[in-house]
């Protein structure tokens, strides 16, 4: 069954800290990852997209890196700021197949940006 | 361009009522998604769509239909509310990006409470 876990659930940390947040995944087959940033009472906005032969990719203090072979993805956010207290959601996709897209989301890993 | 809207923002609802979800994007894209969203739990894909006149179930349609007589729209009903249905809904709209990937846009979100 196709899963994406991701940790940790949640986490605290002090503005202007850095932090990673970690994604691993089971589904196969592979096309994309994503990261999406899920305000409290907001839609999730995607934050990047990357296929399986790109090992990094970054949206300003946001940069995703991708393990393939490992299956393992995670996102680094750096010089936190309070406006990145959001939930962290890790999507993955299969491949597109008669008209429909598969993704699996992760649960997501709530942050906490403090002052 | 105001991407996806939904309507309503909050309904309460009382066991066995129906009622619509309206969803319209104005970014005339082809796919268009329902998910559900409960607490500790990824995203639930409802229902989708592929382009006016072409619907699918996802992985929890019970309980809901959908049409898409227009690209713009993409309302979902809820024929017999049960409160099993209480959750979080999201509309979302698809479009390719560069890679040959899609890129998911989410509407705000509907919190429908069954009583």
Same mark, same amino acid.
């Given at each position: ?18 932090? !990673?947040?970690?994604?691993?995944? !089971? ?42 072979? !490992? ?37 997501? !890993? ?6 | ?8 923002? @909050? ?62 729209? @993409? ?14 809904? @999201? ?14 846009? @989410? ?9």
């Amino acid at each position: 069954k196709n899963q994406v876990e991701q940790s940790p659930q949640s986490l605290i940390i002090l503005e202007g800290k850095n932090c !990673t947040l970690q994604c691993n995944y !089971t589904v196969s087959p592979f096309s994309n990852l994503r990261w999406y940033k899920q305000d409290t009472g907001r839609g999730p906005v995607s934050l990047t997209i990357m296929t399986f032969s790109e090992n990094t990719k970054s949206n300003g203090r946001y940069t995703a890196t991708l393990d393939a072979d !490992t299956k393992q993805s995670s996102l680094h956010i750096t010089a936190s700021q309070l406006s990145d207290s959001a939930s962290y959601i890790c999507v993955v996709s299969g491949p597109p197949g008669a008209g429909s897209y598969q993704l699996t989301f992760g649960k997501g !890993t709530k942050l906490s940006v403090i002052p | 361009n105001a991407g996806v809207t939904q309507t309503p923002k @909050f309904q309460v609802l009382k066991t066995g009522q129906s009622m619509t979800l309206q969803c319209a994007q104005d970014m005339n894209h082809e796919y268009m998604s329902w998910y559900r969203q409960d607490p500790g739990m990824g995203l639930r894909l409802i229902h989708y769509s592929v382009g006016a006149g072409i619907t699918d179930q996802g992985e929890v349609p019970n309980g809901y239909n959908v049409s898409r007589s227009t690209t713009e729209d @993409f309302p979902l009903r809820l024929l017999s509310a049960a409160p099993s249905q209480t959750s979080v809904y @999201f509309c979302a709209s698809s479009s390719l990006v560069a890679g040959g990937q899609y890129e998911q846009f @989410f509407g705000p979100g509907t919190r429908l409470t069954v009583l």
